[in-house]
């Protein structure tokens, strides 16, 4: 409530109250005085009315008397229309009195004086013989009765003046006692205003003592004097004018952090910008290095030049890497990161990744197990390629850090947890100290930053990581045991996509035909031991294992248990392999048992041979559940097995001498890299220096596909892409592909090419494998299986 | 009303000191005794009327005009009032004039209470007054009148043709009209409200205690009560009193026997005190010479068995009876009519 309400408020509660009070009392006296005078009027009538009586009273008593002397005669008729005359007279009267709103005594009064004037009038009657009876009154009872009424009258007379003066001073009373009364409750509302108004005021003083006291505090606080202020409201004013200095002072103080922040801010920006900048301009000559170390490496060199070249090739890689790795995290810290909300095979994303650090796992020892229980949904929606790229970090990481062992990634579906999906990547790699595991996913750090640096990398990785995990606003955590291994585990909240918990069509299709088998596992892993048996459980099989195929062969020729089928995990080279086969397949009745080979994709094609010993069938490491089903039911049935269609993938794959393809790029260097890394396919190619160029040659020649350099003197490549698409329009030509091949690798950058009309977007440096890929499948020539595949 | 003035008169008697109650075998305030003598003196309410004659105010008007109108008698020198005079108790203070025939002299009895008195005259040959009014009018000793005079008399006056011709339609002025109005006015005649009545209503205070000792002589000793009894103070009885005189009364009646003779009819006692003098014949002129002729057992100078029985009485008693007889007087005013003139 504002003061003003709170002391108009009171002051207005008062004055009604004052004009209600004056109006209460005003009123009720002028009602009583009404209502008095109005009922002293009344009983002043009724003593005018009595009085009327007694008149009338004695007159008909005078009357009487004379006629009771006898002096004149008067006949009958006469005598009783003068008696009628006086009776109806006083009747009257006496009616007229008995109308009255008259007390209770008083009504008593008049009824008793009436019935005595009755009886005096039947007397009178009957004594002056008109009633015709045969006796009459004497003169003593009718002079009594006479006197009765006499007294009767005096008595009603009497009470009636009584009457009139209890009336006037019970008027007077009343109208005192109202007054009185409406006085009481005026002074009571007023009373009851006064004590409302006196606690609002108190109130409201208190209000501001307190402000005031709060104010002194402060002032008090903030100057150390301790002198006791002459005023208080002195005081008050001056806390009020240091707060008034404080206030000023931090909305400068406010002022200069904002301009520090927006400063701060721009200099982030500035980093980010520069870091893309600089990404950008790094890239274009590693393009260059990498191109040419590649096709250095791949004309004939000795075998020294070899070496030479290979270490030009992995330094590039490495750099190209890093570059790439401070431009991810500049971007994701720059907050410029959009994900992408498709759906996704999650299966193909873990699998992709073991596929990927499996060769480097296989090199080192190291075995990548992959436990995707058959229960968990399918599709997920979401950003597959960030996924991948925080499974790479955290994989790779613990390939990278492990030295002997196994990388475990186990994948489970709880949808109790707020965030269903989890993932758990463990190794048993040199682990992380307590006191870093806080850190670790900060930039630029490594566990090892301050010792010798046994391990290569940029230390990104990990802040990348923590980066995306945050912006799809999942959770990370590591735990780890120094010496022993660690443990990521990530949480996500990703939505199931519609086809999410779909059965996987080879089980359906496959899933009977192992029902009921018995399998003898063969896996000196305990974690890679334990996820498949679970799995084959799973499926309906009956799994016997064995740590190594020594133990197997020990305990042959008397295996405890049927055997069906043979899966060995454990990794041996194809001669241990051949080995192994050969002595299970030399026992009695077990020739015809199928082995199943889960091994390293290096030694895939020296296992090819054993198919030639006998049913035996080789896979590569880790398996997907689905090519593992699939192996295990044509090694037990292998009429059913697919045609194979291995060695015919490498033969045309190069001769693309039927297609014209358009270059725009403007870089020498890059013109140089693009040609020889594409000589081999015999592809035509026409360069052209400028967008302008690149468009005046496409109109006059007839091209398959264009390849469009963003930046680009004269014009650069949107341009040109739209000038073409208007040509085509115009022209009524079926529209060429142009992809763009730009070391410009922002999203933005994709965006603006894609709204311009190219169809792909490919970045520098780009790879030969990459670039045939994307000319391959825009041409149409490319088949759609592209995957290099081992089933 | 009733029962609060027994009440008031049982704590009035109850308490009221009575100087007579020693020697008096008549205990005053023994309650009985008092509703005896409440009920036995007890004045009427009403005034009974014959119905051949029944009561009119017009024609008790014309009976008082009449009453009073000497133009009743032959000398038109007297009225009916000559002798009942209002003043003096409705009788005459002088002695009564002697008969012309048998030297009889009667005094005029007193009319008050007329209406309840019968048989009437003191020798009590009428029963009605209606009967007896043409008596006195006709009487030579008397009014010395006839009907036939009074009629044509007042026919000559005009405004008794017209009241006559009202009150009696068709009828006018006869003797009929004429006696009916005369009796009808005698009825109207009762005796006020005296200091007794006020006693016998309960206020102790109206008579003095003498008198009130005197009462209880007049029921006691003296045996006045005997035959003055009721309200009246008479048993409208025929009595010999034991006075001298040849006035036989009663018994010079025709047919009647001779026990009848000197019997007079009892008077009633009130207003008796202005009634002087006393006796039918107006012999005793004073009420001590009464009360002394009763106590006396009646006249010395006769010599016949009487209806009085003799009693002692001090003179302070005759006082006290006295006194009492004087509480019976009450004060009646009467306005004489105003007479039409011829």
New interface residues.
């Given amino acids: 409530m504002s003061i003003k309400q709170s002391i108009v408020r009171p002051v207005m509660i008062l004055a009604i109250a004052i004009f209600s009070g004056g109006l209460v009392v005003s009123g009720t006296v002028i009602i009583a005085s009404t209502r008095t005078s109005e009922g002293v009027r009344e009983a002043l009538s009724i003593t005018r009315e009595t009085q009327l009586l007694s008149t009338e009273m004695q007159d008909a008593q005078e009357y009487l008397n004379r ?1 009771l ?8 008729t006469v ?1 009783e229309h003068n008696l009628r005359q006086h009776t109806g007279k006083i009747r009257a009267s006496l009616d007229l009195i008995s109308t009255r709103d008259l007390p209770e005594m008083l009504l008593y009064r008049a009824s008793v004086l009436r019935s005595e004037f009755d009886a005096w009038e039947t007397l009178l009657l009957q ?4 009633t ?10 009718l002079d009594d009765q006479a006197n009765t009424v006499v007294h009767a009258t005096q008595l009603l007379a009497e009470m009636s003046a009584e009457y009139v003066t209890s009336e006037i001073d019970g008027a007077r009373m009343r109208i005192l006692s109202i007054f009185s009364v409406a006085m009481v409750s005026t002074l009571a509302i007023l009373a009851l205003a006064l004590l409302f108004a006196f606690k609002r005021a108190s109130e409201m003083s208190q209000a501001v003592l307190r402000i005031s006291s709060r104010l002194l505090a402060l002032v008090r606080d903030d100057t150390p004097s301790t002198e006791k202020p002459e005023n208080e409201l002195v005081a008050v004013h001056a806390a009020l004018n240091k707060l008034d200095l404080a206030l000023q002072e931090k909305r400068r103080m406010e002022h200069v952090l904002r301009e520090e922040k927006a400063r701060a801010e721009a200099a982030t920006d500035a980093k980010s910008r520069f870091l893309a900048t600089m990404s950008h301009e790094i890239r274009t000559p590693i393009n260059g290095v990498l191109g040419m170390a590649e096709l250095l490496h791949e004309s004939p060199l000795s075998n020294e030049q070899k070496s030479y070249s290979e270490t030009i090739l992995a330094s590039s890689e490495a750099l190209l890497r890093i570059v790439n790795d401070i431009l991810d995290f500049s971007k994701l810290e720059a907050g410029k990161t959009t994900l992408l909300h498709q759906s996704f095979n999650l299966r193909d994303v873990v699998f992709d990744v073991a596929t990927l650090v499996a060769p480097i796992a296989a090199e080192k020892g190291i075995e990548v197990c992959i436990d995707v229980p058959e229960d968990t949904p399918r599709q997920f929606i979401g950003d597959n390629g960030r996924i991948r790229q925080i499974l790479m970090n955290i994989v790779g990481n613990a390939v990278k850090f492990t030295t002997e062992g196994y990388v475990g990634v186990t994948v489970s579906y709880d949808e109790s947890q707020s965030r269903p999906l989890s993932i758990r990547i463990e190794d048993t790699g040199v682990g992380i100290p307590e006191q870093q595991l806080g850190h670790i996913f900060q930039a630029f750090e490594q566990v090892e930053s301050t010792t010798a640096r046994r391990f290569e990398g940029t230390g990104l990785g990990l802040a990348i990581t923590a980066h995306l995990v945050e912006a799809m606003e999942g959770e990370i955590k590591a735990t780890s045991t120094l010496g022993k291994g660690s443990c990521f585990i990530l949480h996500l909240d990703l939505p199931l996509a519609a086809d999410a918990k779909t059965l996987n069509p080879r089980l359906i299709k496959f899933g009977p035909d192992l029902a009921g088998k018995s399998v003898m596992l063969i896996s000196d892993l305990p974690f890679a031991r334990d996820l498949r048996t679970r799995l084959l459980t799973t499926w309906g099989m009956d799994v016997h294992w064995y740590n190594g195929c020594a133990d197997v062969l020990a305990t042959l020729p008397d295996l405890p248990h049927p055997v069906d089928l043979v899966l060995v995990e454990t990794g041996m080279s194809a001669e241990a392999a051949e080995h192994f086969s050969m002595m299970f397949w030399q026992q009695a009745d077990r020739e015809s048992i199928p082995i199943v080979f889960a091994t390293e994709p290096q030694h895939l094609t020296a296992f090819q041979h054993l198919k030639e010993r006998g049913p035996a069938t080789a896979l590569m490491k880790p398996p997907r559940n689905s090519a593992l089903m699939q192996a295990l039911v044509f090694a037990l049935h292998p009429e059913r097995s697919l045609p194979t269609q291995s060695g015919s993938e490498t033969e045309n794959i190069d001769d693309l001498s039927a297609f014209h393809v358009l270059i725009a790029e403007d870089n020498r260097t890059n013109q140089l890299v693009l040609r020889k890394m594409l000589a081999s396919t015999n592809l035509k190619m026409t360069f052209c220096n400028d967008g302008q160029a690149a468009v005046d040659a496409y109109e006059t020649g007839k091209f398959d596909l264009v390849l469009m350099d963003m930046s680009m003197p004269i014009m650069d490549g949107l341009q040109a892409t739209r000038m073409i698409r208007k040509w085509e329009v115009d022209t009524n030509r079926p529209p060429c592909p142009i992809i763009a091949l730009t070391a410009n690798v922002m999203d933005t950058d994709e965006d603006a090419c894609r709204a311009a009309g190219m169809v792909d977007f490919l970045t520098k440096p780009v790879r030969k494998q990459v670039v045939l890929k994307a000319i391959k499948q825009w041409t149409r020539l490319s088949d759609d299986q592209l995957e290099v595949g081992n089933l | 009303m009733w029962v609060v003035l027994c009440f008031v008169l049982g704590v009035f008697f109850a308490f009221s000191p009575s100087g007579a109650q020693a020697d008096e075998p008549i205990a005053v305030s023994a309650p009985e005794w008092l509703m005896l003598l409440r009920r036995q003196y007890k ?9 051949e004659n ?9 009976g ?2 009449l009453f009073f109108d000497p133009r009743l008698s032959g000398s038109q020198s007297i009225s009916c009032s000559t002798c009942h005079n209002p003043s003096f108790g409705w009788a005459t203070p002088v002695h009564p004039v002697p008969n012309l025939d048998n030297n009889i002299r009667r005094h005029a009895p007193s009319i008050v209470n007329a209406a309840w008195v019968t048989p009437l005259f003191w020798d009590g040959r009428v029963d009605t007054l209606e009967r007896q009014a043409a008596g006195p009018i006709e009487d030579p000793n008397e009014m010395n009148s006839d009907f036939d005079t009074i009629i044509r008399r007042l026919h000559k006056v005009r ?1 008794y043709r017209e ?1 006559f011709e ?2 009696f339609p068709g009828e006018g002025i006869t003797q009929r009209t004429i006696v009916f109005a005369l009796a009808t ?1 005698q009825r ?1 005649i ?1 005796s ?2 005296s200091p007794f ?1 006020l006693w016998i209503d309960g206020n102790h205070d109206a008579i003095s205690e003498e008198a009130k000792r005197g009462f209880q002589l007049f029921l006691g000793r003296a045996g006045c009560a005997e035959c003055h009894r009721s309200w009246m103070f008479t048993d409208n009885s025929m009595h010999d009193i034991g006075l001298i005189g040849q006035d036989r009364g009663q018994g010079a009646l025709p047919g009647q026997p001779p026990e009848a003779n000197y019997h007079f009819k009892t008077p009633g006692l009130r207003n008796i005190a202005i009634r002087a003098p006393y006796m039918h014949d107006g012999s005793i002129p004073d009420l001590r010479g009464v009360v002394r002729h009763y106590a006396n057992g009646g006249s010395i100078w006769i010599n016949r068995e009487t209806d009085i029985v003799p009693f002692d009485i001090s003179d302070h008693e005759v006082n006290e009876i006295i006194a009492f007889l004087n509480t019976l007087t009450a004060d009646t005013m ?5 007479l039409p003139s011829n």
């Fill in positions: 006629v002397d006898m002096t004149h005669f008067e006949t009958a005598l004594r002056l013989g008109l015709q009876s045969t006796s009459i009154p004497t003169r003593p009872v | 004045r009427p309410e009403q005034i009974p009327f014959p119905a029944p009561y009119r105010h017009d024609v008790a008007t014309l008082k005009m405004q009241w009202q009150s006015y109207t009762v006020g409200i009545d009467s306005q004489p009519p105003i």
